[in-house]
T-cell receptor
Framework: AQTVTQSQPEMSVQEAETVTLSCTYD???????LFWYKQPPSRQMILVIR??????QNATENRFSVNFQKAAKSFSLKISDSQLGDTAMYFC???????????FGPGTRLSALP | ETGVTQTPRHLVMGMTNKKSLKCEQH?????MYWYKQSAKKPLELMFV???????ENNSVPSRFSPECPNSSHLFLHLHTLQPEDSALYLC???????????????FGPGTRLTVL
């Protein structure tokens, strides 16, 4: 069974600064996928970025990038040039190649401050 | 944000009531999911439907009964719930293909359920 851990329940970042959210996971699968989802206050959960475990290159989506360390089973999210709209709960998730069992971490509440 | 819709958005019910949550996806996906999101707990997967067949049931109490009449609609029927069942219930959908893929899930806005 997969497990996902997010060790930072809450974080804050000043506007225009950079913040890194931590995520570690455990899985017995060799082929799996990792995701970061964002859930703004009272709004829908949306995908921020995803990473295939077989790819060594770190995924990047505009201001969002990941640091994927497969051996350490670590998948951190870096948000650059933070904006007030980045305020949200951020969930790290893992799924294996064949199952549909997404396992989510407990989330990190990020507050972007002016 | 209209790809996956959920109704109602808020629901208050007594422990003896029977109610249903509805989810509809307009994305042409073939898999749908129910999640329970409680305060200070990780998102919990409840049920998975793939091509209208239930493929996962993560030890959910029988007072929760899912129904998937077609690939676009998913229901969660509720009866004799407990106060600890109060939570945000999220529906999601994805396009699954044979051989596996990293297909993301698209989420609805959720139904905030309060059981009195």
């Amino acid at each position: 069974a997969q497990t996902v851990t997010q060790s930072q329940p809450e974080m804050s970042v000043q506007e225009a600064e950079t913040v890194t959210l931590s995520c570690t996971y455990d899985t017995s699968e060799n082929n799996y996928y990792l995701f970061w989802y964002k859930q703004p206050p009272s709004r829908q959960m949306i995908l921020v970025i995803r990473q295939e475990a077989y790819k060594q290159q770190n995924a990047t989506e505009n201001r969002f990038s990941v640091n994927f360390q497969k051996a350490a089973k670590s998948f951190s999210l870096k948000i650059s040039d933070s904006q007030l709209g980045d305020t949200a709960m951020y969930f790290c998730a893992c799924r294996d190649n064949y199952g549909q069992n997404f396992v989510f971490g407990p989330g990190t509440r990020l507050s972007a401050l002016p | 944000e209209t790809g996956v819709t959920q109704t109602p958005r808020h629901l208050v019910m007594g422990m003896t009531n029977k109610k249903s949550l509805k989810c509809e996806q307009h994305l042409g996906h073939n898999a749908m999911y129910w999640y329970k999101q409680s305060a200070k707990k990780p998102l919990e997967l409840m049920f998975v439907y793939n091509f209208k067949e239930q493929t996962e049931n993560n030890s959910v109490p029988s007072r929760f009964s899912p129904e998937c009449p077609n690939s676009s609609h998913l229901f969660l029927h509720l009866h004799t719930l407990q106060p600890e069942d109060s939570a945000l219930y999220l529906c999601a959908s994805s396009r699954e293909s044979s051989g596996g893929a990293y297909n993301e899930q698209f989420f609805g806005p959720g139904t905030r359920l309060t059981v009195l």
